[in-house]
Nanobody
Framework: QVQLVESGGGLVQPGGSLRLSCTAS????????MAWYRQAPGKQRELVAT???????NYADSVKGRFTISRDNAKNTVYLQMNSLKPEDTAVYYC???????????????WGQGTQVTVSS
């Protein structure tokens, strides 16, 4: 069973930076789109950023110019560099990947376990 293992969350002051990482834990044949979502207390999960297999990126308006999503296909890893963090960025961040299933001959959806990001002075 494929697992997505996240790391890099924590407590940071406003204006600070954090880098999140998410790695697929087993030998992967192919990964299509990868993304980061977040969920703040009492709110619905929202899309933060996406990156296609070819490297095309898309961002939520609230993080444009501050966050950067990237991927290392050789390491089956997606990153989220977060700069100029604000208190409203506080949330649990989840990575998402579309990973090829040899048995189903289709891409399956996988989620990380979530990592807490808290922005506070």
């Amino acid at each position: 069973q494929v697992q997505l293992v996240e790391s890099g969350g924590g407590l940071v002051q406003p204006g600070g930076s954090l880098r999140l990482s998410c790695t697929a834990s087993r030998n992967i044949f192919s990964i299509n789109a990868m993304a980061w979502y977040r969920q703040a207390p009492g709110k619905q999960r929202e899309l933060v950023a996406t990156i296609s297999s070819g490297g095309a990126t898309n961002y939520a308006d609230s993080v444009k110019g501050r966050f950067t999503i990237s991927r290392d296909n050789a390491k089956n890893t997606v990153y989220l560099q977060m700069n100029s963090l604000k208190p409203e960025d506080t949330a649990v961040y989840y990575c998402y990947s579309e990973i090829w299933s040899r048995s189903r001959r289709a891409y399956d959806d996988y989620w990380g376990q979530g990592t807490q990001v808290t922005v506070s002075s």
